[in-house]
């Protein structure tokens, strides 16, 4: 299963279990990973799992940016589409820092996007 890690100073400090086909992420309060902070937006971002097309009983997570104020970023990069999160990726909504950790990842999944 896959998890979103908030980190502050590189520190865990509150994990989310990603078990939904789609999460969403914001400040209000009908988000399902809610951050309650001023430089989030209300509907911040979107993480769904979608079945892998090339191996069976594997998931791979996207992260989508809703048109935030302050961005969604991967790995320090701004998103601006539709992009696939890979095990100990650093997302970043506003200001707030998270590590995402798939424990079912495997690096036949990455040489499967590699081979793509």
Do not use: C
């Amino acid at each position: 299963m896959a998890s979103l890690s908030q980190l502050v100073d590189n520190v865990v400090v509150t994990t989310f279990e990603l078990d939904q086909p789609t999460i969403h992420v914001g400040r209000s309060p009908g988000n399902d990973i809610r951050i309650d902070e001023i430089s989030v937006s209300g509907h911040h971002a979107v993480i769904e799992s979608v079945a892998n097309a090339y191996l069976e009983d594997t998931l791979d997570y996207y992260i989508t940016d809703s048109n935030s104020t302050n961005g969604t970023f991967v790995n320090d990069i701004r998103i601006s589409g539709r992009q696939r999160l890979n095990s100990n990726d650093i997302v970043r909504i506003a200001w707030n820092e998270f590590r995402f950790v798939d424990e079912d990842e495997s690096a036949m999944e990455k040489t499967a996007y590699i081979l793509d």
